[in-house]
Structures are given as structure tokens and as C-alpha cells.
């Protein structure tokens, strides 16, 4: 197989971002790690971060958008599905733009580490600011407060365990080098 | 008459990623000849290379999973188009042995609507035609069904509904008899003889349904493949299942403990949407005791791993309790004392090289001894310590499971479907190996005649229960 | 795991057009966000729990006011307090705590909040999936994006189940003689995450292959086996929408 095959293959890019999506799904959904705080966290920013260091910018961000909304929806939270979406999908967008920046070839994820880690916090901010601002505007400013310190630390866990576990995948599954389009 | 479809000098070797950059050959200079309307037969030990060969065949190898490939597949004389697949999809099917991996949609009916779709079939007949090939396989009624509610079989006669609605000309076939029951393994046998097309099916085992079946025996081995007669074919195929004899010295390390269950009763999720299958399984007596291997067998879905689930410890019963050695033992527990190797070798798989993989092992042992432990236990399962486990056969990923638990050394073992993409001679090594320290064995397995080949005693599932049986009934 | 979101019954909502009532949930949604009466707000929620209550039961329609409640009670704390100028209407040694005007916020919010939930909700429990799939397309969606979706469904259950038996394998695995209660420790998520991933990876050529065997990627037009069927007539599902938009519309805007 060539790069040019790859390149224009349809079926591929849907493959790679339907199974993403999927795996986005479950592991919003799945395990969920029980906090201090109020309620638990979720796994999604993990895979989030994992596709954008492994997949680039548009899989992550397709991935991290409907995984999220999907996840939405069949959790029981259709309200947020659409404000998931953007706000899942920018965070995926950005993390994986800003860690390949300045990266000539390969994925993002063999970018240096704190360049891995920029994207990674943009991130960060960005899905809990964006999950602010939405709640901001659907429950008021100041009940939308409470929900910072948790999106923080479900975000920043997926930063670290999307580092930690994109460096085992590459290891422990070389082709999946060929996959990234 | 000219050859209908033909393999030409074909070679492949999948991509080394790491030290090497072409791994061994797979194939080398294989050519076959097939004639139109003709039905072959081609049989291979597991890993001997069939499911490669047919993806090359089919066109679906190497496009998406590197690898080296020289030589032709002709089919009437012009090589297929490797760089646009869909121009085969109305004259070649394939029917993969690995199911789930041709499943794309979220109804049966639109499953088998699939494919036609892509054929611009008019809407009213493509319908029609989605109607007719369901029902043909019973599965009419799970038109609007999740095919993933379905059970294994249902599964793979959706399969061969989807490969009857297209009615390509051309169909090849890797093991598709597998998971089918009696019935419906006639059923196909029927419309394999009534099919007015090129047929060519893969298979690792002895299939009766091979009597008076196919034109042409072929036996792929090696990297090469051969033609045969009937006769030949099969008793080669066996000799290379049978393996060598074993010579495993016995160790006294696990003695005189014993797990039982006593009126047990286990609550069982149905797989299908069958409802004649029933919720709970019932034990009245189970005894397992360290040196013995006893055999687990039962029909597709009667709840041999549900059973597994709960000896393991991943699982609670409803009633009643386990003990071990005399004394109850709770399941969180047991997770310490009873191993069991999942059917699907891969779900362990996550570190890149053997080595590590058994070292993981080990992480807990405070022993000085674990690089000759891991040395020896590659040794003993044919692995080599630098190999990167996703990159190795199947076969020898289930080695590497059995690896793993090697050094593990649990008082008791089961073993999910051991003698499953492997020849009946590594599995009984494999056995052996795990019962080498005096470990319980339990081998779940559909073949009766291993089962009395490998085990002392058996449970047999009849109806929701689990009851003693002679070994191999 | 679960996927079906839809839940079978009879009556107007599901009978109403996939589309039209997508349009009329997005527009409604839309139209509860500018000023309004907090009375009128509280009429059409209650009409809307009763729509709701016909459709599916009494205990199915408290569900989303369950996931609610938690949010609620914080905006209910937060907000009056937060806007304590205006008309008092709770005084406590001579400290106001509630006033008309932050009673008024908190109800139009929490009302807002629960009207799109419940339109959205009732949307999902009467549209199949596969239909709400088809209606996005309808509306200009691609069929490679609809595809994408109608896949990631398929594979939610397939991997949802593989990583439980990851996660049990490495259970078993990890387990020794001093295991405590807990099966699943959180030190054991690297290698499961790792696993379940390299899985899911491993799924994807033969996931692309498989497309192009049954004939995709040609580019070239489709048929279509399902498609959606207004029951009387399109025209008269969108001539429904706009009835039920405008009355709102009018409602809100009355007083």
C-alpha cells in the first residue's frame, strides 16, 4: 500500500473515525473513576487526547465531537449533545494542532513532550472553559462554578493518561503509524 | 478451457516493524489453478497462512495491513484491481472465519442490504432480495435485530445470507462450516452442490461434510501449497495436527487441594435471542483436584464461561458457595487461585515484546530468578523474547497466553477453547505444560474425541445443569 | 451496553414526521431563550410533562427531571442569592435572602433548562436511531458522516463488551495471594486502556476492507433501503411544526 491509496481512501478515514468515535463512547460511558467531589469522572479525554497525538487534528476532533454527543444521547443528557460536540471537537482540534506544531513528519505524538503537554493543557482549557460558558448560559453563571474543578481534573487526567498510553500504543502496535492519515 | 481463477507465483510476507523490515515469508511461489463452476477444497494446519492466502485472493491483502506481495491473482485472465476493491463486489465473495469482522451494520436487514446498496439495486427488488436471503438462512425474524444479540451461529449464517443476496459468481469460503450447528452445516453443504458458480473454501480441520463435496483437495503447509487426492489431503492434515510425541517431566509443587462447587445455581445471560435456552445453571456436585484434567463441554451458549466466571472469581452465584481445600473461599479470592485463559488470547496483549509480557508477570515476585523464569517459559512455548506479541500469529499468541500463566502457577487452570486455532498437539502440550507443577486442568472444548484423548473426567451442560459424564460423550 | 435510546409506544409524537419534529424541537428550543413571562414558561413545561406522560409512563417522564436535579438544587441555592435587589420576599433578621427578582431568574432558567431537556428527551425516546440518522441526511448530512455514525453504533456494543473482558483478564492476571476486595484497581487502567485500544486499532483495516469488499468507495450513487415515509404527507407535518412554532411563539410573546 502506498501513500497516494491512503491518502484518498474513504474507507479508511471512516473506519478510523467511526471505531474512534466508538471507543470515545465507551469509555465515557464505562469506567468511570469515583471522585471526592460530586459524581465521577469519565475516560473520554483520555482517547481524546490519544487520537489527536496519534491521529491528528480532524480525527480527534471528529472522534472527541460525536463520541461525546453520542455518549450524550444515549446516557441520558441530549440536552449537552450538541455543546459536546464543539466543544469535545475543538479540544480534540487543538490539542493535536498545537502539539504537532513546529513537527516536520510523524504523528504528534512524537513531538517533543512539553510541546505534547501545551497541546494538552490548551485543552484542558478549553473543555472546561467551554463547558463553563455553556452552563453559564443554560443554569446561570455562578452554578456553573461548581463543575470547573471536576472538568479540570477529568481533563487533566486525560492529558496525562493520553501521554502515557499513546506512547505504549505506538509501542506496542508499530502499524498503527499506517493508519494515521 | 481456460482457468477461471488463478493464483501466479504468488510470495507475501507481512511488514517487520523494528528490527527486521520484511518478517519470514508467509507464502512463496504458490500457484493454483481453478476451473469455472468448479468447488475446491484447501486445507491447512492453523497458521500454516489459509486466512492470508484467502484476503490475497479476495483482493482485501496487503491494502490495509502492510506486506510484501509478488506475483498474480487472475480472475478470467486479468489480474484483480487491487486499488479499487469495490469493482469486485458483485463477482467475488468473502467469507471470513472472523465474523464480527464483516459485520457493518446495526440491523440484519440492513446488513444485508449492505452490499446491494453499493449495487445500486432498485429499492423494491433489492427489499425483495434481502427478504428472500434471510429467510433462506431462518433469520427472518431478526430482520430489525442488532445481529450483535444474535448467538455465533446466527452470526455466521447472517454472514452467508449477505454472501446468498449478492450471488457473486465466484465465493471463497474460510471455514464456513465453523460455529455452524448440524442442520444448517447440511444446509449449506446443499447450497454449496446447488450453487451455479466457482467455489473455494479453507478449512484447518477434518470436515465431513467434505465427502462428496469438492472437486479438487489442495494442502497449504509451509509456504507451499499441494495439490492432493481426498484421501491424501486429509491424512496429511492430521499427521501435521498430531505434532510430535511430548516428553514433559512432572514437578510436585501443587498437592492434594481441591476446589468444589455444591448446589450451585448461576445466573445465565442469555447470548441469542433463543428463548428455549434457559436463565440459570444448575450444579449439583463439581470437584476439581490439583494433577487431574477434566474436561467442559457443551453446546455453543449453554454457559460453559459463565461457569468459568464464577470458579475464577469474576463472577458471584446466586447460591450456594465454593470451597477450596474444605473452606469457602470468597471470589475475590479465588481470582489469586484459579486461573482462566479467555478464549480470545489477545485480551492480555499490551506491552511490546514477550519479554515483557512475562515479566509483568513476575512484577509482584520478589524472586531473583525471573530473567531465567522468562527465559525458560519462552523456551518452553516456542517464543522468542523480542517479538512484539500484536505482531505474532495467532497461534503463537495463544502460546504466549499459555506463557503467561506458566509462570503464574496457579493451583488451578481452565482453559477456554485450547485446541481452537491450533493443532491438537500444541494444545495437548499446552495442557501438559500447565499441569507440569501439578495444577487441576479444566479444557473446555467442542472436539469429543480431544477431550478423551487429554482429560480423566468430564462435566458435560445438558439443559441448565452441569452434570458428570464420560469423558468424550 | 445499551445503544437504544428508543422507547416504543403510540400517539401524536410518534407518529410526527422525524424531520418536521426535528425542526420543531430546534426552533422551540431556540425560541424559550429570548425574554419571556416566567408564567408562560411554566404553562408550557407543564403541557409539555403531560405530552410526555401520554407518550411513555409517568415514572419514564420523571426521568429527565431526575438527571436534573442535582443541577437544580445548586441553581436554586446560587441564583436568589445571587440577586438579592429588587423586591424582598424572605427577610431574616433584617437580612434579605430572597427577593421577586431572584425568584424570578432562578424559575426562568430552571424552566428553560427543563423545556430543552424534555424536547430534546421526547425526541430521542420517539425517533429510532436509524431515523434520526436518515432525517440528518434529509437535511443536507452526508452519507459518509451518517455512515461514520451508523458504524460507531455498531462497534459501541462490540468494544464496550471487549473491554470488559480486558479488564477482567487483566484482573486475573494481576491478582495474588494478598488481593483485597476491589477486582479493578485503578493502577491496572494503563494496561487496560492500552489493551482495549490496541484492539479497537486492530479492527480498522479489516473494518475498511470489509466496506470496499461490499462496494463502497466506488463514488458511486447508492441505492437506499430505508427510507423515511411522513405518514399523509410532508406538507402536512411541516404545516403541523409551524402551528405548534407559532403558538409558542405567540405565547411567549403575549404578555
Redesign the interface.
Known amino acids: ?1 502506498n501513500e497516494k ?2 491518502s484518498k481512501s474513504p474507507a ?1 478515514s471512516i473506519a478510523l473515525m467511526s471505531i474512534l468515535t466508538a471507543v470515545v463512547v465507551v469509555f465515557t460511558i464505562f469506567p468511570r473513576i469515583p471522585t471526592p467531589i460530586h459524581g465521577y469522572i469519565n475516560l473520554s479525554d483520555v482517547i481524546i487526547t490519544f487520537s489527536a497525538f496519534l491521529f491528528g487534528p480532524w480525527v480527534a476532533a471528529v472522534a472527541g465531537g460525536l463520541g461525546t454527543g453520542i455518549a450524550d444521547i444515549i446516557g441520558g443528557f441530549p440536552q449537552w449533545a450538541v455543546f459536546s460536540f464543539l466543544i469535545h471537537g475543538l479540544q480534540g482540534l487543538l490539542i493535536a494542532l498545537i502539539a504537532r506544531a513546529g513537527l516536520k513528519k510523524g504523528v504528534p505524538g512524537d513531538a517533543k513532550i512539553y510541546m505534547q503537554i501545551l497541546g494538552g493543557v490548551v485543552g484542558m482549557v478549553v473543555m472546561t472553559g467551554g463547558y463553563y460558558l455553556v452552563g453559564g448560559f443554560l443554569y446561570g453563571f455562578k452554578p456553573a462554578l461548581v463543575e470547573i474543578p471536576l472538568n479540570l481534573l477529568q481533563s487533566g487526567v486525560g492529558v496525562v493518561l493520553g501521554i502515557v498510553v499513546s506512547k ?1 500504543v505506538l ?5 498503527v503509524r ?2 494515521a492519515l | 478451457m481456460s482457468d477461471y481463477f488463478c493464483l501466479s507465483d504468488l510470495s507475501f510476507s507481512y ?1 517487520g ?2 528490527k527486521t523490515e520484511k518478517l519470514p515469508p508467509v507464502l512463496k511461489d504458490l500457484s493454483l489453478r481453478v476451473k469455472e463452476g468448479s468447488r475446491t477444497l484447501i486445507l491447512g494446519p492453523p497458521d500454516s497462512g489459509k486466512t492470508t492466502l484467502a ?1 490475497i485472493a ?9 506486506g510484501y506481495l509478488t506475483g498474480k491473482v487472475l480472475l478470467k485472465g486479468e489480474e484483480i484491481p487491487a ?8 463477482k467475488l465473495t ?1 467469507t471470513g472465519q ?1 465474523v ?8 440484519c ?2 446488513e444485508v ?11 423494491q427488488a ?2 425483495e432480495r ?1 427478504e428472500e436471503s434471510l429467510n433462506s438462512w431462518g433469520l427472518l425474524k431478526y430482520k430489525d435485530v ?1 445481529p ?1 444479540e444474535l448467538s455465533g451461529g446466527e452470526r455466521k449464517r447472517l454472514l452467508l445470507a ?1 454472501t446468498a443476496a449478492i450471488d457473486a459468481p465466484l465465493w471463497i469460503m474460510d471455514e464456513p462450516f465453523d460455529d455452524l450447528d448440524e442442520q444448517w452445516r447440511q444446509e449449506l453443504k446443499k447450497r454449496l452442490l446447488e450453487k451455479k458458480g466457482t467455489v473455494i473454501v479453507f478449512a484447518s480441520r477434518y470436515i465431513k461434510e467434505a465427502d462428496s463435496l469438492f472437486d479438487n483437495y489442495y494442502l497449504l503447509n509451509d509456504t507451499r501449497l499441494s495439490e492432493e487426492s481426498r484421501a491424501t489431503a486429509f491424512s496429511k492434515l492430521q499427521a501435521l495436527d498430531r505434532g510430535t510425541a511430548l516428553n514433559i517431566k512432572m514437578e510436585k509443587f501443587h498437592q492434594n487441594r481441591e476446589l468444589r462447587c455444591e448446589q450451585m445455581v448461576i445466573g445465565h445471560e442469555r447470548r441469542s435471542t433463543d428463548s428455549t435456552l434457559p436463565f440459570t445453571l444448575k450444579i449439583d456436585r463439581f470437584s476439581l483436584k490439583t494433577g487431574e484434567v477434566v474436561a467442559l463441554v457443551g453446546p455453543n451458549g449453554a454457559g460453559k464461561s459463565t461457569f468459568s ?1 464464577v470458579l ?3 463472577k458471584r452465584p446466586q447460591q450456594g458457595s465454593i470451597t477450596l481445600d474444605g473452606e469457602s473461599i470468597a471470589s ?2 479465588r ?2 487461585q484459579v ?2 485463559l ?1 478464549q ?1 488470547p ?7 515484546s514477550v519479554e515483557q509480557e512475562l515479566g ?2 513476575l512484577r ?1 515476585s520478589a524472586v531473583h530468578s525471573k530473567q531465567e523464569q522468562i527465559a525458560s517459559a519462552a523456551k518452553l512455548f516456542d517464543l522468542n523474547l523480542d517479538e ?4 505474532m500469529s495467532y497461534g503463537k499468541r495463544k502460546q504466549l497466553q499459555g506463557a ?1 500463566y506458566y509462570i ?1 502457577n496457579r493451583p488451578f487452570v481452565i482453559i477456554d477453547e485450547v485446541d481452537s486455532g491450533i493443532t491438537s498437539g500444541d494444545a495437548s502440550k499446552m495442557v501438559a505444560l500447565l499441569k507440569q507443577r501439578g495444577s487441576a486442568v479444566v479444557v473446555i472444548t467442542h472436539d469429543r474425541s480431544f477431550a478423551k484423548q487429554i482429560a480423566t473426567r468430564q462435566y458435560k451442560i445438558v439443559d441448565g445443569q452441569i452434570i458428570e459424564s464420560e469423558v468424550g460423550q | 451496553m445499551n445503544t437504544n435510546t428508543f422507547i416504543a409506544g403510540r400517539g401524536f409524537l410518534y407518529w410526527f414526521d422525524a424531520r418536521a419534529k426535528l425542526l420543531t424541537v430546534l426552533l422551540f428550543s431556540v425560541m424559550v431563550f429570548f425574554p419571556s413571562q416566567v408564567v408562560m414558561l411554566a404553562i408550557l413545561m407543564a403541557l409539555i410533562f403531560i405530552v410526555a406522560w401520554r407518550a411513555v409512563t409517568f415514572k419514564q417522564a420523571l426521568k429527565p427531571l431526575r438527571t436534573l436535579l442535582f443541577i437544580l438544587v445548586v441553581m436554586a441555592l446560587f441564583i436568589p442569592l445571587n440577586r438579592r435587589d429588587g423586591v424582598a420576599l424572605l427577610v431574616i433578621k433584617s437580612y434579605v435572602i430572597i427577593t421577586k427578582e431572584g425568584l424570578n431568574q432562578f424559575l426562568t432558567l430552571a424552566l428553560r433548562l427543563l423545556i430543552v431537556t424534555y424536547l430534546c428527551t421526547l425526541y430521542i425516546w420517539t425517533t429510532p ?2 431515523d434520526i440518522n436518515l432525517s440528518f441526511r434529509w437535511y443536507g448530512l452526508s452519507y459518509k458522516v451518517a455512515l461514520t455514525i ?2 460507531a ?2 462497534f459501541i ?2 468494544i464496550g463488551e ?1 473491554f470488559t ?2 479488564r ?6 494481576s ?3 494478598e ?5 479493578f484497581h485503578i493502577k491496572d487502567l494503563v ?2 486502556v ?2 482495549a485500544l ?2 479497537a486499532l ?17 463514488g ?8 423515511l415515509e411522513a405518514k399523509g404527507g410532508l406538507f402536512i407535518h411541516f404545516l403541523l411544526s409551524a402551528i405548534i412554532l407559532l403558538t409558542t411563539f405567540v405565547l411567549l410573546n403575549s404578555i
Open positions: 500500500m491509496t491512503k479508511l505504549g509501542k506496542a502496535y508499530p502499524p499506517s493508519l | 511488514k516493524y523494528g484476503r479476495c483482493g482485501l491483502l496487503p491494502r490495509y495491513i502492510e486499488s479499487e476493491p469495490w469493482l469486485l463486489a458483485d468473502y472472523n464480527q469482522e464483516q459485520l457493518l451494520m446495526t440491523t436487514g440492513d442490504a449492505f452490499p446491494l446498496e453499493s449495487l445500486a439495486i432498485e429499492r433489492l427489499i434481502v442488532n450483535q449477505v466466571r475464577c472469581g469474576l475475590s479470592k481470582l489469586a486461573a482462566y479467555f480470545n489477545d485480551y492480555g496483549i499490551f506491552l511490546s509483568w508477570s509482584h512484539n506479541p500484536s505482531m503467561v503464574l | 436511531m436509524a451508523t458504524l453504533f455498531r456494543p462490540f471487549t473482558m480486558i477482567d483478564s487483566h484482573s486475573l492476571r491478582a495474588h495471594g488481593s483485597e476486595g476491589e477486582k494496561p487496560t492500552t489493551s490496541v484492539f486492530k479492527t480498522i483495516p479489516h473494518l475498511a476492507t470489509t466496506l470496499e469488499h461490499r462496494g463502497f468507495g466506488s458511486l450513487k447508492r441505492s437506499d433501503y430505508k427510507v
